[in-house]
T-cell receptor
């Protein structure tokens, strides 16, 4: 079983829509969580960190539920430029490496 | 600052050929990683390094070797390429252990095809 599981999608939504992605992680020792964005044929880039209290960055809201080992990303008022693959990431500081575990990604297409 | 760079950007090999992928960073980061990304598989860790002169195996190390002779460079070698190694290879760096500096910075990737 993968450390981080995501719904691969694809999600196809119109401009202006609200879309939510979910992610679960299996290692309860995971201590930090992130959402990365990856555009087609490009490298992943950090979108936002996820904090226990939930955090918001403009149109993006991330939530963490440690009891359920569940992470979410909400995108409001979707833009065409939001089309990308979104990677859910868990960080395990307890391991010797301090590894990041990447989900397989959720593909989003926003259409006009 | 260039950040993380990878060379080459593209390469086509024949089965059995060898090659080395170079990752270079100018951010003075301690940790460096090599991943491969295949459709439907996500990012899989090949090898990593926690500092100059140290390397270790990740999830999928077979068929690859690495070296970190200088802090700023992390080399990934394929001694005898196989079609199963056709993939996009990403290098990434991280500041170091602990703290909140957990972000990994990725290079632009190397697209490798093995015929």
């Amino acid at each position: 079983r993968k450390e981080v599981e995501q719904d691969p999608g694809p999600f196809n939504v119109p401009e202006g829509a609200t879309v939510a992605f979910n992610c679960t992680y299996s290692n309860s020792a995971s201590q930090s969580f992130f959402w990365y964005r990856q555009d087609c044929r490009k490298e992943p880039k950090l979108l936002m960190s996820v904090y226990s209290s939930g955090n918001e960055d403009g149109r993006f809201t991330a939530q963490l539920n440690r009891a359920s080992q569940y992470i979410s990303l909400l995108i409001r008022d979707s833009k065409l430029s939001d089309s990308a693959t979104y990677l859910c990431v868990a960080f395990d500081r307890g391991s010797t490496l301090g590894r990041l575990y990447f989900g397989r990604g959720t593909q989003l297409t926003v259409w006009p | 600052n260039a950040g993380v760079t990878q060379t080459p950007k593209f390469r086509v090999l024949k089965t059995g050929q060898s090659m080395t992928l170079l990752c270079a960073q100018d951010m003075n980061h301690e940790y460096m990683y090599w991943y491969r990304q295949d459709p439907g598989m996500g990012l899989r860790l090949i090898h990593y390094s926690v500092g100059e002169g140290t390397t270790a195996k990740g999830e999928v190390p077979d068929g690859y070797n690495v070296s970190r002779l200088k802090k700023q460079n992390f080399l990934l070698g394929l001694e005898s390429a196989a079609p199963s190694q056709t993939s996009v290879y990403f290098c990434a760096t991280r500041v170091g252990a602990g703290g909140q500096d957990n972000e990994q910075f990725f290079g632009p990737g190397t697209r490798l095809t093995v015929l």
